[in-house]
């Protein structure tokens, strides 16, 4: 037992000792970074970076930092990520989040490629035959994504993290004082569902802690950890004590959504008040630094 037990012992240690070794061979001018999908040698700085995700873009634009080419929802242009064409619109698109084209991305020579894990997928080791690449994990807050990045980078993330949080604050002062004591909501219509966002999820965290309108019940009632409920047409009266309502509306004439058609609808004193503001996906649906800085203004602008 004790040779086993030794034997053990030296298999972990040799283990230890391997992967140490591993992560000291990169170059001179490079550094070794652990990530979702393996271990990358990758430049100390930079310069020639491919993003393959819109919170990846968004931060590297908040830090000043131009990426060589970035993939978009849809591949060709900027639908569903328009407030990204007054920074990069001349910039090169090499494919959909999830389906990068490997030769045009090769043919831009990175020196690095940064996206998330479950887009990247299977491409990694395309990807990684390009270019070293990173592959984050998901992060639940602007902040997480901001730091997600600035260590990819080897940065230190504070100074645009305060300038972030100062933005926010004076956001916030732009509140006239009787509207800081209504309540708001974040609501998200598809053709099949309609789902509402909880203080931790989206635009909550800028609604309710940022800016410091307050929750409504329904909000409040939400569990711990959970990110949303969806919500049935029969439970739209639940929605009575909202004041404000940020609607995304995702639906289409040819793919329409009942709930506008239905008078529980109508009913809610936040229709009623005309207190419906419209929510666009492209800040909305996004952790980006910018994209929440935009959801903020867009906020204060509705409710002024």
């Not at 053990?8 to 490079?30: H, R, V």
């Not at 639940?238 to 289409?252: K, N």
């Not at 004439?253 to 419906?276: H, K, M, R």
Request: charged letters at 20%.
């Amino acid at each position: 037992m004790l040779v086993a037990r030794a034997k053990s012992i030296f298999i972990s240690l040799l283990l230890t000792l391997c992967a140490a070794a591993y992560a000291q061979t990169c170059e001179d001018g490079f550094r070794s970074i652990n990530h979702e999908l393996g271990e990358a040698c990758i430049p100390q700085a930079p310069s020639r970076i491919v993003s393959l995700n819109p919170m990846v873009t968004d931060n590297l634009v908040a830090l000043g930092i131009e990426p060589i080419a970035i993939a978009t929802f849809n591949g060709v242009d900027f639908t569903s990520y328009e407030y990204m064409t007054a920074y990069l619109a001349d910039t090169p698109i090499v494919g959909r989040f999830p389906e990068p084209n490997l030769e045009a991305v090769l043919q831009l020579t990175p020196d690095l490629i940064i996206g998330r894990a479950r887009d990247i997928g299977e491409n990694y080791n395309n990807l990684s035959a390009i270019a070293p690449t990173v592959a984050l994990a998901d992060q639940s807050t602007p902040e997480a994504w901001l730091r997600s990045v600035t260590d990819v980078l080897g940065i230190d993330p504070s100074e645009r993290l305060d300038a972030y949080d100062a933005t926010m604050r004076t956001y916030a002062e732009q509140l006239p004082e009787d509207i800081q004591v209504e309540t708001a909501a974040f609501l998200r219509v598809q053709p099949t569902r309609i789902r509402l966002y909880s203080a931790s999820r989206l635009g909550g965290p800028i609604l309710y802690t940022k800016l410091g309108l307050q929750m409504p019940n329904v909000v409040a009632d939400i569990a711990e950890g959970e990110s949303l409920i969806d919500v049935s047409l029969e439970l739209l009266p639940s929605l009575a004590d909202v004041d404000h309502i940020f609607l995304l509306d995702q639906s289409t004439e040819d793919d329409p959504a009942a709930i506008f058609d239905s008078p529980l609808w109508e009913a809610l004193p936040a229709v009623q008040a005309g207190n419906v503001y419209p929510a666009s996906r492209d800040i909305w649906i996004n952790l980006g630094i910018l994209a929440s800085e935009e959801v903020a203004q867009s906020i204060v602008d509705a409710l002024r």
